[in-house]
């Protein structure tokens, strides 16, 4: 496998259900983020991971919660969700170097639907 | 809050025109990043642009950031279906966190053979 793969595709729960989204890079990269894509709304950046470390929590709601193992996985674990939470959750990774220019590889995303 | 316009929102052609996209802001970046992407996957990169008023092209894609880094602008000569996409404009910081990219809405172009 090359690139960034999230698992699972889709994925629909209730509100009171407890999941997680998965995200593995196989590009060596040291840096990994959670972005959330909605309908007519910018990317909305979530969490920034940098060799393993939390960076970056842009006032996320604790009902989502990150957590990043090693540098080429990161999960989102999803609890007692709201149905606007409903999105498409882009994991992507980047090799930061010292300069702000770092483009970032993007896995195809997770469809979540909250019902 | 920083913001990146991009305008058209959506864009429907026919096959072999020209088409330009806007991205704009009051802010000033030190680089600016276009991606696209197609139905059911993520974002890719196509060009990373860092000086002001530089010209970049891609095959049939043009790609130029303003003399003042506040704004960019994609042109697209003879599109084709496979051009079909969201383009996406993210705005790089001076000094700003790294990887805290500011995005635009997108410009979904579709392109009819």
């Known amino acids: 496998e090359t690139g960034v793969t999230q698992t699972p595709r889709h994925l629909v729960m209730g509100m009171t259900n407890k999941k997680s989204l998965k995200c593995e890079q196989h590009?060596?990269?040291?840096?990994m983020y959670w972005y959330k894509q909605s309908a007519k709304k910018p990317l909305e950046l979530m969490f920034v991971y940098n060799f393993k470390e939390q960076t970056e929590n842009n006032s996320v709601p604790s009902r989502f919660s990150p957590e990043c193992p090693n540098s080429s996985h990161l999960f989102l674990h999803l609890h007692t969700l709201q149905p606007e939470d409903s999105a498409l959750y882009l994991c992507?990774?980047?090799?930061?170097?010292?300069?702000?220019?770092?483009?970032?590889?993007f896995g195809n995303g997770t469809r979540l639907t909250v019902t | 809050t920083q913001l990146l316009e991009q305008s058209p929102q959506f864009l429907s052609i026919q096959e072999g025109e020209n088409l330009t996209v806007y991205c704009n802001s009051s802010s000033v970046f030190s680089s600016l990043q276009w991606y696209r992407q197609e139905p059911g996957e993520g974002p890719v990169l196509l060009v990373t642009?860092?000086?002001?008023?530089e010209v970049k092209k891609l095959k049939r894609l043009t790609f130029q950031f303003g003399d003042a880094r506040k704004d960019s602008s994609l042109h697209i000569t003879a599109a084709q279906p496979g051009d079909t996409g969201l383009y996406l404009c993210?705005?790089?910081?001076?000094?700003?966190?790294?990887?805290?990219?500011?995005f635009g809405k997108g410009t979904k172009l579709s392109v009819k053979p």
């Open positions: 992507a990774s980047s090799q930061l170097s010292g300069t702000d220019n770092s483009p970032l590889h």
């Open positions: 642009v860092v000086t002001g008023g």
């Open positions: 590009l060596g990269h040291n840096a």
């Open positions: 993210a705005g790089v910081n001076y000094g700003g966190s790294q990887g805290n990219l500011i």
